[in-house]
């Protein structure tokens, strides 16, 4: 896909950006075929204010057995509503890409990608650039996660640019510029693409020295922070295989200065993952123990199951580690949460 050319009678170049994003949302909408999830349908009430961002803080707090009990009937709402005018449409589009993030969590990447594609159509619908940039960013981790980098970085590209089409950017626009960034920067590392990584990471960092240059400090209730871009820097270079690298951001990185257990967590796993690929397994299980004291629930996502087990596998003789493995691998039972059809 590439973006067209600007049509003056449409509204210039802004709105053929807009139009390219969008139909890259479609795209992926196109890629998901079938995993469209059957929503609750009928009459319900509309998203009260602060109901999504008492939701975000439970997904932030890593409290994600919780989330399952409340998102069923944020779904229900949501999807009553969203047509009911841009608003609600951006209201919407927060909880699938909250929804796709939990299912991301849960390694169910079939249902990430259902909630993304239904996080573009509410996107589409809001006609907010800050909305269209989260839907692209939980669009591209099903993506990614399915072989499909290049559409994923060509959604993020599209993003960017337009959340960057103004000159004189609000906080919230350079907050999701940079996050777009970052996540482009570890798609492409994943990619193997080192000089895209690259390009997008040094891209992020420029957009947060930016904001705290405009702004004095990181906006409340953003994403972007200095912290933030050496956390991706982590995994970005863990993932490209320069493991020193890796291991240099992740020994600069404080993680008490990250805003959320979940974040800290991240920040645990990934360096883990650094350390296991540098031999260093002891290193790497008292990582996995912090990421399990940040959020335990993160310490029972299949993905950091599988790190633990990898770490067990090499090293049983490990101090506790049989006991945080069994522990780890046994999570308690989830509340229903919404299903694909």
């Not at 709105?15 to 994003?21: N, S």
Request: net charge positive.
């Amino acid at each position: 896909m590439t973006p067209g050319t600007a049509v003056e009678e449409d509204g210039g170049i802004v709105m053929e950006r807009r139009r390219a994003l969008s139909a890259g949302l479609c795209a992926a909408a196109l890629w998901a075929g079938d995993t469209t999830p059957a929503l609750a349908s009928g009459l319900g009430q509309r998203l009260a204010d602060g109901e999504l961002s008492a939701a975000h803080g439970l997904f932030a707090a890593g409290r994600y057995d919780r989330l399952h009990q409340v998102l069923p009937g944020m779904v229900t709402r949501a999807s009553a509503s969203e047509r009911t005018g841009p608003v609600n449409a951006s209201r919407a589009a927060g909880v699938w890409v909250l929804a796709s993030q939990l299912a991301v969590k849960e390694g169910d990447v079939d249902t990430a990608a259902a909630f993304a594609v239904r996080a573009g159509t509410a996107a589409r619908r809001s006609g907010h650039p800050v909305i269209l940039a989260a839907a692209a960013r939980a669009a591209a981790t099903p993506l990614r996660r399915t072989g499909r980098p290049d559409t994923a970085l060509q959604l993020l590209q599209e993003a960017h640019e337009e959340l960057n089409a103004g000159p004189r950017p609000s906080a919230d626009v350079l907050d999701a510029s940079g996050m777009v960034a970052l996540t482009a920067a570890y798609t492409a590392a994943q990619a193997r693409m080192p000089s895209a990584a690259e390009q997008f990471a040094s891209l992020a960092e420029q957009t947060t020295a930016r904001l705290l240059r405009d702004r004095g400090r990181v906006p409340a209730g953003g994403e972007l922070s200095p912290a933030q871009c050496m956390l991706f820097r982590i995994g970005i270079h863990q993932k490209l295989g320069d493991v020193d690298r890796a291991l240099a951001y992740a020994a600069g990185l404080e993680p008490a200065v990250l805003p959320t257990p979940e974040r800290r967590a991240r920040a645990a796993t990934d360096t883990a993952r650094a350390l296991l690929a540098a031999g260093d397994a002891p290193t790497a299980f008292l990582q996995l123990q912090l990421v399990e004291r940040s959020a335990p629930q993160e310490a029972r996502r299949p993905s950091v199951r599988a790190l633990t087990a990898e770490i067990a596998a090499r090293r049983p003789d490990l101090p506790g580690v049989t006991a945080f493995a069994r522990r780890t691998t046994s999570p308690a039972e989830s509340p229903p949460r919404p299903r694909r059809a």
